[in-house]
């Protein structure tokens, strides 16, 4: 926090016109931070906890989901909100800011009141959820410290406390085990019995001591973990008995690594893989035949007695000591790749497994350098293949992006100055330019639109109901039609069962909306859906001028308007294009003719029936 208290907002955007517009609306309540790429942005949010972050999506660096889903993957920042503030509105571009776990999403050109009330209701959640989060975990930390599994039953066997370390073992969360019996949930059947004599014993002892039991334990994945049980008897302040406190540790793997050890010379000499034993000072002990032949040895006695740093560069040492042996004396095992040193000089990719075993440890090798260079063929060849699809979506990125910016920008200070101006001459002047830029941005949209159903060759389709499509869609009308003093006459109460996806409501917004535009005050908008078989036909009419027989397949042409009896109605020319194309992705046809019940015109589309 600064020394002025103040909220801190990290304000994300390569364009610095956007950043200066959003710390004019948010400076004079908060500390606004701002950053110009992803790097940047996630060096600050790591380094300083911004308290919120308004975070552009589309970045050279990195995109806003990468950044907002690095932010939501680590523990320190995760609870930090983020709001996605980009010029892309689509339903997909949605998807993926949900995927990314954004708190919120705002759609460039960004309303100032919409922008400061999503930030003050964020961060008063935030504010409840880091009280709630402090006194919780001040009272489960004592428990969480412990390396120990620890559980506290009832004198029902009812777990009334795990700490974090038995939530591990057992792989659930709290609220799935807290409640739920012991035996009956997570101990196997043909030890259960046992299990109760143990308890029963631990309840008798009166606080005499603890008792030592070992016992397996079923995990949420259905897997047997031996657990080595200390107990001993809760009681209250009257020294009644109320329940027993469990403590204990997984040595599953040591189990395991005792009874295969009986085996070992057989098993381990008889291995393609290569195998060894370490003692406690990192000595070889025991190496098979594999595991020397793999680092370029003729006999495993040329490896026996020295120190495991002999098959490994500085740089792998390095990373041994400072990574993997903190994580291998805590868990008690490591698994992944390393590069090792051949008896040449020469190097070796391998995947390296390490088991704990008494004071030392079982290594488990195996050569992956063939695998190695494969992979690095198949990256090469990925990279390709991502840069030829990104060339194809950079018109679409260009004009949603960069033109849609600009535009932003201008009708957000020209708002901001409306608010500000008392000359009513400037005033009127920047209307104008507000209307303009505002038909400007519609433009745009509609044919970033256009330009990303072009470029799609399919959609995913699912069982809807058009009628409940259509009448929602009138919802949305009400007030253009108050305006005009059109009645809306919906034909179609019933259900319309179709296989569709939820783009196709674009197609209805279109045609109703039309409908209004064109069609004069105090007339009537006609909306039906008629049988075809397998289609169902939605068809829209309005009381207009009507559309000459000429025109009729032209204004389904991209940017094909009738101007020579419409140039009162604004538009960018693209809507009835989106429709057709929308249509067309669905498998039916669209067209308009003439309206039979008089004056006037009837679009139509046709969809398939579920």
């Not at 014993?201 to 080595?228: D, F, L």
């Not at 109605?569 to 194309?581: D, F, M, P, T």
Request: proline share 4%; with cysteine; net charge negative.
């Amino acid at each position: 926090m600064t020394l002025s208290d103040k909220p801190r907002v990290l304000v994300v955007d390569d364009e610095p016109m956007n950043v200066e517009l959003l710390q004019a609306y948010l400076s004079e309540d908060y500390d606004v931070l701002p950053a110009y790429n992803g790097l940047d942005a996630l060096n600050i949010v790591f380094n300083d906890s911004p308290d919120i972050v308004l975070l552009d999506v589309m970045m050279p660096d990195m995109n806003g989901y990468q950044v907002c889903e690095k932010i939501k993957n680590s523990e320190t920042t995760q609870f930090i909100p983020v709001i996605l503030v980009t010029a892309l509105s689509g339903r997909e571009d949605r998807l993926k800011g949900v995927e990314s776990k954004a708190n919120d999403f705002l759609t460039k050109p960004v309303d100032r009141l919409e922008l400061e009330m999503r930030v003050k209701s964020l961060l008063r959640i935030k504010d409840l959820h880091d009280n709630v989060i402090m006194e919780r975990d001040q009272a489960q930390n004592y428990l969480d410290v412990a390396a120990v599994m620890m559980l506290a039953l009832d004198c029902s066997q009812n777990i009334t406390l795990i700490n974090k370390r038995g939530l591990e073992i057992l792989g659930y969360e709290e609220s799935e085990v807290v409640g739920k019996n012991l035996l009956e949930q997570f101990i196997p059947v043909s030890s259960r019995s046992e299990m109760e004599i143990h308890f029963l014993n631990s309840v008798n002892t009166s606080g005499a001591g603890s008792t030592y039991y070992e016992c397996p334990v079923i995990t949420k994945n259905n897997e047997e973990r031996i657990v080595n049980w200390y107990s001993k008897p809760l009681t209250d302040e009257r020294g009644k008995v109320i329940g027993v406190l469990f403590s204990g540790q997984d040595i599953t793997i040591r189990k395991k690594t005792e009874e295969k050890l009986r085996e070992r010379t057989y098993a381990m000499e008889a291995s393609v893989d290569g195998m060894a034993i370490l003692d406690e000072r990192g000595v070889y002990s025991y190496v098979n035949a594999a595991h020397a032949r793999i680092f370029g040895y003729d006999n495993p006695e040329e490896i026996i007695g020295n120190k495991w740093a002999i098959l490994y560069n500085p740089s792998e040492i390095g990373l041994f000591n400072s990574t993997i042996l903190p994580e291998f004396k805590k868990k008690g095992k490591w698994q992944g790749e390393l590069v090792g040193r051949k008896k040449d000089g020469t190097i070796l990719f391998h995947e390296v497994s390490l088991t704990a075993l008494d004071k030392g440890l079982i290594s488990v090798v195996r050569d992956i350098s063939r695998r190695k260079e494969v992979e690095s063929q198949l990256n090469d060849y990925a990279a390709q293949l991502k840069s030829s699809n990104e060339l194809k979506d950079l018109f679409t990125d260009i004009l949603r992006h960069d033109l849609l910016n600009p535009a932003g920008v201008v009708k957000g200070f020209t708002d901001m100055l409306l608010n500000e101006e008392n000359d009513e001459n400037k005033k009127y002047k920047l209307k104008l330019i507000d209307s303009n830029v505002t038909r400007l941005i519609e433009m745009i949209e509609s044919a970033a639109k256009f330009a990303k159903l072009e470029d799609t060759d399919k959609l995913e389709f699912k069982p809807m109901d058009i009628g409940l499509i259509l009448r929602n869609v009138a919802e949305e009308f009400k007030p253009q039609l108050a305006a005009k003093n059109i009645t809306l006459d919906m034909k179609a109460p019933g259900n319309y069962p179709a296989v569709i996806n939820p783009l196709i409501d674009g197609v209805f917004i279109n045609l109703i909306s039309n409908s209004i535009k064109y069609g004069p005050s105090d007339s009537v908008v006609t909306v039906d859906v008629q049988d075809l078989g397998d289609e169902w036909k939605i068809i829209v009419s309005d009381k207009g001028e009507g559309i000459p027989d000429k025109d009729k397949v032209l204004i389904f042409n991209r940017f094909q308007r009738l101007a020579e009896k419409r140039k009162a109605v604004k538009g960018s020319g693209l809507g009835l294009a989106i429709a057709k194309r929308i249509v067309e992705l669905h498998g039916g046809h669209i067209g308009v003719h003439d309206n039979p019940a008089g004056k006037g015109s009837s679009f139509w589309a046709t969809v398939k029936k579920a």
